[in-house]
């Protein structure tokens, strides 16, 4: 199986200001069609995760365009550019390549 | 609106049987996988199964595989998780979500069915 690794565990942010979240994967996630199939969801308090990024970078239907995902191969980042109080919860990242599907730990983001 | 509603939460005891649901709407649902995702209770996400309604072709996370039986029935646009005999460490929410294409995300999720399984 791939293993999806995430740092931090935990971040606490002050409102308005950026965060990052790592991802690493065990394995490439660069199909032999050229994408790379890497995902991030946001799981609010209480609420089924949500699909946030596709393929790295694009944002799904609906996601403020303050969420920016990057990465190659290996290793990828999910950054929010200015934190608000509604993007609390855990964010999970996603290997779709292998079709055993695996999620990263889990990050937990909270105010300051 | 695509739309995927789970059937309520369960109060089990070990060794009994239980049959989810989780039933799709706004969408064709012979056309796209529905997969099963297991959260322990405080703990991250974990792929349990898939299944395309359409042909009920179905594959299993090895962790899974024998555990628990995915099946569908496309007639009424529900897709289901099954349990012939529960163990306390199969407390957890579950939830169903759509994958969007082959290859793509789980883009909509259901609500989740909490299990809980205590003597």
């Known amino acids: 199986d791939i293993v999806m690794t995430q740092t931090p565990l935990s971040l606490s942010v002050t409102p308005g200001q950026p965060a990052s979240i790592s991802c690493k994967s065990s394995?490439?996630?660069?199909?032999?069609?050229?994408?790379?199939?890497l995902y991030w969801y946001l799981q609010k308090p209480g609420q089924s995760p949500q699909l946030l990024i596709y393929?790295?970078?694009s944002r799904f239907s609906g996601v403020p365009d303050r969420f920016s995902g990057s990465g190659s191969g290996t290793d990828f980042t999910l950054k929010i550019s200015r934190v608000e109080a509604e993007d609390v919860g855990v964010y999970y990242c996603m290997q779709g390549i292998h079709l055993l599907w695996t999620f990263g730990q889990g990050t937990k983001v909270e105010i300051k | 609106e695509v739309q995927l509603v789970q059937s309520g939460a369960e109060v089990k005891k070990p060794g009994e049987s239980l049959k989810i649901s989780c039933k799709g709407s706004g969408y064709s649902f012979t056309s796209y996988w529905i997969g099963w995702v297991r959260q322990m209770p405080g703990k991250g996400l974990e792929w349990m199964g898939i299944?395309?309604?359409?042909?009920?072709?179905?594959r299993y996370s090895p962790s899974f595989q024998g555990q628990v039986t995915i099946s569908a029935d496309k007639s009424i646009s529900t897709a289901y998780l099954q349990w012939s005999s529960l163990k306390a460490s199969d407390t957890a929410m579950y939830y169903c979500a759509r994958l969007g294409g082959w290859l793509q995300p789980f883009d909509y999720w259901g609500q989740g069915t909490l299990v809980t399984v205590s003597s």
């Open positions: 299944i395309y309604p359409g042909d009920s072709d179905t």
């Open positions: 394995q490439s996630l660069l199909h032999s069609d050229g994408k790379t199939y």
């Open positions: 393929e790295v970078s």
